[in-house]
């Protein structure tokens, strides 16, 4: 039984910085491609970012440049460190498997708001 857990959000100011945790039970990094996504309420699911077991990585546009994602396949965690964050990152951010998100893997996510 896979099981993932975000934490690291919070609420911070605009320009601030966070930086997301996702731990995995079981082998969960055998899987190529993990990725982190967000949702907003009334929204459709968006994906942040992805990176391969090799570690190559790929953004959405609206963060490119601000967030970094990467991965410690021997302790099966997944980070995004998020800089110069927006009220617009405002969400609750998930980490999954890519391109295919699991039903079974959804966690409880972890609540992002940037607010001053």
């Known amino acids: 039984q896979v099981q993932l857990v975000e934490s690291g959000g919070g609420l911070v100011q605009p320009g601030g910085s966070l930086r997301l945790s996702c731990a995995a039970s079981g082998s969960i990094f055998s899987i190529d491609t993990m990725g982190w996504y967000r949702r907003v309420p009334g929204k459709q699911l968006e994906l942040v970012a992805r990176?391969?077991?090799?570690?190559?990585?790929n953004y959405a546009d609206s963060v490119k440049g601000r967030f970094t994602i990467s991965r410690d396949n021997a302790k099966n965690l997944l980070y995004l460190q998020m800089n110069s964050l927006k009220p617009e990152d405002t969400a609750v951010y998930y980490c999954?498997?890519?391109?295919?998100?699991?039903?079974?893997?959804w966690g409880q996510g972890t609540q992002v708001t940037v607010s001053s």
């Open positions: 990176i391969t077991s090799s570690g190559a990585t």
């Open positions: 999954n498997t890519y391109p295919f998100p699991r039903a079974d893997y």
